[in-house]
């Protein structure tokens, strides 16, 4: 095997463990908002407290 073989092996890898888990991940259900607030960084952000 050269590295052009452990690429493909790796890539193929990945690939099926993307494709294992996308029903967890494209599931908007699991999508989460955000907790962090930051204005300085989003000025465009106006709190609501």
Do not use: C, E
Not at 9 to 25: F, K, R
């Amino acid at each position: 095997m050269d590295a052009k073989d452990f690429k493909r092996a790796g890539l193929l890898v990945m690939l099926a463990i993307l494709a294992i888990t996308s029903p967890q991940w494209l599931n908007p259900a699991n999508q989460k908002t955000s907790s962090y607030d930051a204005p300085w960084v989003y000025p465009g952000l106006k709190q609501i407290h």
